[in-house]
């Protein structure tokens, strides 16, 4: 029987042979880290905060995390074509370049007890794109205007560059889990082209500052991708994270050929509810795993962005249990 982290590695290569399912975030354990604490650290459940780019934060009491809340009257970003007179880029460097010692060490812990340490990249270069000046004025500027817009991706891009770095520095984790929603669960928030024309050569660069120094990529987009999966393995995604079944995961599966491992795959709608049964996150979690791992390179997992995520405490045990059913029952393990 295979380690965790040898079974995971055998998933991740083409024509791999681990000896049975991944189990959703089994292999990996998150670690805290000085970026983290400077750019999530101040948001709290029941308060409004405003984030280090200066957006308005919103985290009611009983939801699972906090939102962007922009609006005309606090957009940080009122005219794109004045974007200097109005953004201010974080100081990366000059927050973030101490206090790893006890991330260190976690970090030696967790290798030692033969997991993966995962280090978390939140707010990618699209969401601060609209955290700092709305979803419509976003969208019209891609249009409208490009220059400006350029110049601003470039910015946000070379501050996600310097985050990369730190975290190589100073960590040099096993696996990134970085965060950028593209889409809803039927579309792409733009058109493929306009991804291209803006995100893509911004995460050219971002990702390979980790890919050169051996760090695995988990992008996290719970989102219908299709149109520019080619794409995401251009730019190094080693695990797409958040693979929703409104995507062809089976037609996918044979046209990456397993240049790329998809994680997700179950209907969430259906299952992370209050009143869910036992039966039905069994039989939507089983749906998963007979569907899809047939194609290999692929990890049964909720679809939302990691560890812990789930709405309702009782879906993620209950789906944890099924996949270990389905591994002893089809494997033996």
Wanted: with cysteine; hydrophobic share 40%.
């Amino acid at each position: 029987m295979l380690s965790i982290k040898d079974n995971f590695l055998e998933t991740m290569k083409k024509g791999g042979k681990p000896d049975r399912l991944v189990n959703m975030w089994e292999p990996f354990e998150l670690l805290p880290d000085p970026l983290v604490a400077f750019t999530n650290g101040n948001r709290v459940q029941g308060q409004d905060t405003r984030d280090q780019w200066g957006t308005l934060i919103t985290w009611p009491e009983g939801q699972i995390s906090g939102m962007p809340h922009v609006t005309d009257d606090d957009k940080v970003l009122p005219d794109i074509t004045k974007w200097r007179d109005y953004v201010k880029v974080p100081d990366l460097v000059a927050n973030c370049s101490d206090g790893w010692e006890d991330t260190v060490r976690a970090q030696e812990e967790i290798r030692a007890n033969g997991k993966l340490s995962m280090s978390i990249a939140p707010t990618g270069l699209f969401e601060q794109l609209h955290f700092l000046m709305g979803f419509e004025d976003m969208l019209m500027n891609f249009l409208l205007e490009p220059e400006a817009m350029h110049e601003l991706c470039e910015v946000v891009g070379e501050y996600r560059c310097t985050y990369m770095k730190l975290l190589v520095k100073h960590l040099k984790p096993d696996i990134v889990l970085s965060h950028d929603d593209w889409g809803s669960k039927l579309s792409l928030f733009v058109s493929p082209e306009v991804w291209r024309e803006f995100i893509k050569p911004q995460y050219l660069k971002i990702y390979k500052v980790l890919t050169d120094a051996g760090v695995l990529i988990l992008h996290h987009s719970d989102s219908f991708c299709e149109p520019i999966v080619e794409d995401m393995i251009d730019i190094g995604i080693d695990i797409w994270q958040g693979a929703l079944p409104e995507n062809d995961i089976i037609r996918l599966q044979k046209e990456i050929g397993g240049r790329m491992v998809m994680m997700g795959g179950c209907d969430m709608s259906k299952i992370d509810l209050s009143d869910s049964t036992d039966a039905q996150i069994r039989a939507e979690t089983r749906r998963a795993c007979e569907e899809y791992t047939p194609g290999g390179n692929f990890i049964v997992s909720f679809t939302y962005g990691g560890p812990g995520d789930v709405i309702y405490d009782h879906v993620e045990p209950i789906m944890t249990d099924e996949i270990a059913r389905y591994n002893k029952e089809t494997f033996g393990v």
